[in-house]
């Protein structure tokens, strides 16, 4: 993000569990640029869990600190550490009742009109009754374009395995689905998570990113 510039993304994400429960989200996402080098991310989500209960889902504040552009070997480098704080609820299963650290790695290139993004991340939870005090991940995404002013996005992810009393079995996940931007500073986009294996939902998602202006 540029310096003083925000922009927003909004969607919707509706879950089938491997059981055959449904779930849905509505995360918000909110990003402004605080310097060359430094961006602010605030978001949370409105949530519905699989038994019924809805209410607000945790909220996470991220601050993004790009240290490189176009490195040799890691492209435009940046660090995400994130603090999440228990605005959910465990019990309604809206959150985690725990405090997170989490710190993401974010490589970027351009191969042509392709974009190919590669994360790898770790989180401490405070509270490990509702998920695993350690967790990590991974993802590698790919978005370009298609014809006029629709695009793809492609992207894999997964969780590994995790001990403990949550702990789960590990995840991974494939979502895919074309992107319309009919203004240079909207998006519009869509598709489907699909489960490669392990207990991650299968989804159906749409979102917008609006890039508001400068507000500073």
């Known amino acids: 993000m540029a310096t003083g510039f925000l922009e927003t993304e909004a969607g919707v994400e509706f879950d089938r569990e491997p059981d055959g429960a449904s779930a849905f989200l509505a995360p918000l996402v909110a990003k402004i640029g605080l310097a060359p080098r430094l961006q602010l991310a605030i978001s949370t989500a409105a949530v519905r869990a699989p038994g019924g209960s809805a209410g607000l889902g945790d909220a996470v504040v991220g601050l993004k600190w790009r240290i490189g552009r176009t490195t040799p070997l890691l492209g435009d480098f940046a660090l995400l550490p994130s603090l999440k704080f228990p605005t959910g609820s465990a019990g309604r299963g809206t959150g ?121």
Do not use: H, M
């Open 96 to 216: 985690t009742d725990s405090t997170d650290v989490s710190l993401l790695a974010i490589s970027s290139r351009k191969l042509g009109p392709v974009s190919l993004d590669l994360n790898a991340g770790y989180s401490r939870r405070s509270n490990e009754a509702a998920a695993p005090r350690n967790a990590t991940l991974w993802a590698a995404a790919s978005s370009g374009p298609l014809a006029g002013k629709f695009g793809w996005n492609l992207e894999a992810f997964g969780f590994p395995g995790t001990g403990g009393i949550s702990g789960e079995r590990p995840i991974v996940g494939v979502t895919v689905g074309p992107t319309w931007q009919p203004r240079p500073w909207l998006v519009f986009d869509a598709g489907a998570i699909v489960r490669v294996s392990g207990p991650q939902p299968n989804a159906a998602y749409a979102g917008c990113t609006w890039n508001v202006g400068r507000i500073r």
